[in-house]
Nanobody, 122 residues
């Protein structure tokens, strides 16, 4: 599975950005992780292709939304009310095997997209 992420950039705190991840084919679940400097890569949110169930890290609940476009094999991460601490490289991820829900660890990701930088200025 090939994943192509896009949409990062620089935004002021309180602003919004939308990331996109185009997949070469659908997998059981897809989602987003992020990695800030000096920190481990962490789960952000995910969605299952078939039913569209979504899962989020507590730190982004109510602010971020994961959605999918079945026709385009694309998953989106809409990020609202961005905070300085959301600054990180964001990675698209896919798992053909199962839905890990909000317990998805970076070590359980089967496929990664390239990272896209999101910088939130305070």
């Amino acid at each position: 599975v090939q994943l192509q992420a896009s949409g990062g950039g620089l935004v002021q705190a309180g602003g919004s950005l939308r990331l996109s991840c185009a997949a070469s084919r659908r997998t059981f679940s897809m989602g987003w992780f992020r990695q800030a400097p000096g920190k481990e890569r962490e789960f952000v949110g995910s969605i299952t292709w078939s039913v569209g169930n979504t899962y989020y890290a507590d730190s982004v609940k109510g602010r971020f939304t994961v959605s999918r476009d079945n026709a385009k094999n694309t998953v989106y991460l809409q990020m609202n009310s961005l905070k300085f601490e959301d600054t990180a490289v964001y990675y698209c991820a896919a798992s053909p095997r199962r839905n890990w829900g909000s317990s998805w660890l970076a070590t359980n990701v089967d496929y990664w997209g390239q990272g896209t930088q999101v910088t939130v200025s305070s």
